[in-house]
């Protein structure tokens, strides 16, 4: 069975906000930030892995960029081979 990533992307995402709209609503409700500080940290560690992959993610596609563009370059250096017979 292969892992989903995409999944536990989904689940860690949906957590955080859960984690987040709970701890606004128990700040309010209960006027103590203190109190649910630990809930608030819960959104927080949900959110840092999808944070990080996206940061990875985004320098991964400007490199691959790069070497594309870096590839044209070498591309359009290299003369074209003549149709004329040589004799």
Do not use: H
Request: positive net charge; charged residues 25%.
């Amino acid at each position: 069975m292969k892992f989903d990533k995409s999944l536990l992307r989904t689940i860690l995402f949906a957590v955080g906000v859960v984690a987040l709209v709970i701890g606004i609503y128990q700040t309010i409700y209960y006027n103590d930030l203190g109190r649910n500080y630990w809930i608030f940290m819960v959104s927080t560690v949900c959110w840092m892995p999808l944070l990080y992959w996206r940061q990875q993610e985004r320098v991964a596609a400007k490199i691959a960029e790069q070497e594309a563009k870096l590839a044209r370059q070498n591309r359009a250096k290299t003369p074209a081979k003549s149709t004329k017979k040589r004799r």
